[in-house]
């Protein structure tokens, strides 16, 4: 990690992976950068691909996060800090509309499962 700065490795399935014509990219951060600093910086480089894909400072709704595998909910990603090598996995919302009222959401888990994390 040279001159204080992190590598993030990310990996795009879905939309992202259809709109950005890629499965995977490495960013560069500074040290101390939070996953929604990492939002920000993915947002600044894609805003004319992934711009209608966010929202205040973050995702919209439905999208989930997970890092090195782990679900990651939204209300601590201003407050989780990035290590050298970690990697970020972005999920758009599944296909099929919401659940009606009273059903889940399918489990992070299971959906991180099924793309092999």
């Not at 990651?72 to 290590?83: E, F, I, N, V």
């Not at 999920?91 to 499962?113: D, V």
Request: aromatic content about 6%; charged content about 20%; some cysteine.
């Amino acid at each position: 990690m040279a001159g204080g700065r992190l590598k993030i490795q990310t990996k795009y399935y879905a939309v992202l992976r259809e709109r950005l014509g890629k499965t995977s990219e490495e960013f560069e951060l500074p040290q101390g950068s939070t996953v929604t600093d990492f939002l920000e910086k993915l947002r600044q480089v894609y805003a004319g691909v992934l711009g209608d894909l966010f929202e205040g400072g973050g995702l919209k709704t439905g999208f989930a996060l997970a890092l090195n595998g782990e679900s990651l909910d939204k209300s601590l990603w201003a407050s989780t800090r990035l290590k050298d090598g970690d990697v970020v996995v972005i999920l758009p919302p599944i296909a099929g509309g919401l659940p009606e009222a009273g059903q889940p959401h399918a489990p992070l888990a299971l959906i991180l499962a099924c793309v092999g994390l």
